[in-house]
């Protein structure tokens, strides 16, 4: 799960373990996803990404999107560098994954 708030975190495995996002360690795209953690995925493996939002006109916004590691590595120290591939993003998710993408990047 991961949430667009003034400090975005990550957490894995329904909150098992969470971790804070430092500036520039989470990227995000109707394409996918980039993302700096402690955690090493394996080349291939299938996650489930849910992205949750607080949107001041729709109230709270939440996407399940499907998504393939397509790249991980070390990175100096902070953990592992991932890239999440979105799997067949709908349509009408796009414009929210849009507005989820631009407050991560103006917070």
């Given at each position: 799960m991961l949430?667009?708030?003034s400090s975005p975190s990550l957490y894995l495995d329904?909150?098992?373990?969470?971790q804070s996002c430092a500036t520039g360690d989470l990227d995000i795209s109707e394409r996918g996803m980039r993302f700096t953690s402690r955690w090493q995925f394996s080349i291939?493996?299938?996650?489930?990404?849910?992205?949750?939002?607080?949107d001041p006109?729709?109230?709270?916004c939440r996407m399940a999107?499907?998504?393939?590691?397509v790249w991980c590595?070390?990175?100096d120290g902070k953990g592992y560098e991932s890239t999440l591939l979105f799997l067949e993003l709908p349509d009408e998710l796009k414009?929210?994954?849009r507005e989820f993408s631009h407050q991560l990047?103006?917070?």
């Amino acid at each position: 799960m991961l949430t667009a708030t003034s400090s975005p975190s990550l957490y894995l495995d329904y909150g098992a373990d969470a971790q804070s996002c430092a500036t520039g360690d989470l990227d995000i795209s109707e394409r996918g996803m980039r993302f700096t953690s402690r955690w090493q995925f394996s080349i291939g493996t299938q996650i489930s990404v849910l992205l949750v939002q607080m949107d001041p006109q729709r109230g709270l916004c939440r996407m399940a999107i499907e998504g393939l590691v397509v790249w991980c590595e070390p990175k100096d120290g902070k953990g592992y560098e991932s890239t999440l591939l979105f799997l067949e993003l709908p349509d009408e998710l796009k414009p929210s994954l849009r507005e989820f993408s631009h407050q991560l990047a103006v917070s």
